[in-house]
C-alpha cells in the first residue's frame, strides 16, 4: 500500500516518495525536459554528428553533456542520466521525433522518482 493511512490527505504520488508536488512542479517538469530536448537531441546531438560525421560520436558526446549537466545530483545518478540521454537520443533517431525523446525523458523522469524517491 502507498499510503499507510487512507484518511491520510498525501495523495498517491506522494507515497511513491515525491512530495510538495502541485500544478507548478509538474508544468516546470514538462517544460524543462522538453527545452533539454530541444537543447541536447534537437540541438548538440545533430551538431556533433554534423561535424564529425557520426551518429555514434553525437549519441555519446550529446548524452555525457546531458549527463554532466546535472550537477545538482551525485555522480551515480548522473551516470544514469547519461544512459538515459543516450536512450532519449536514439529515439529521436529511430523517429525523427523530439516529442519521442522527450517522451522517454518523461517517462525516465518518473520511473527515477519512483525508485530513488
Known amino acids: 500500500m502507498f499510503?499507510?493511512?487512507p484518511r491520510s490527505k498525501r495523495s498517491?504520488?506522494?507515497g511513491l516518495g515525491w512530495?510538495?508536488?502541485s500544478g507548478w512542479v509538474v508544468?516546470?517538469?514538462?517544460?524543462?525536459?522538453?527545452?533539454?530536448e530541444i537543447i541536447y537531441r534537437g540541438f548538440v546531438?545533430?551538431?556533433i554528428r554534423a561535424v564529425t560525421g557520426s551518429a555514434v560520436i553525437g549519441v555519446v558526446c550529446s548524452s555525457l553533456l546531458f549527463g554532466l549537466m546535472h550537477l545538482q545530483y551525485p555522480i551515480e545518478q548522473r551516470i544514469v542520466l547519461v544512459i538515459g540521454g543516450?536512450?532519449?537520443?536514439?529515439a529521436y533517431i529511430k523517429t525523427r521525433s523530439?516529442?519521442?525523446a522527450w517522451l522517454n525523458h518523461e517517462v525516465v523522469d518518473v520511473s527515477m522518482?519512483?525508485?530513488l524517491g
Open 98 to 100: 523530439i516529442w519521442a
Open 3 to 5: 499510503c499507510q493511512d
Open 27 to 36: 508544468a516546470g517538469n514538462l517544460f524543462s525536459n522538453f527545452y533539454e
Open 19 to 21: 512530495h510538495h508536488l
Open 86 to 90: 543516450a536512450a532519449a537520443c536514439v
Open 113 to 115: 522518482g519512483i525508485a
Open 45 to 47: 546531438y545533430i551538431a
Open 12 to 14: 498517491l504520488i506522494s
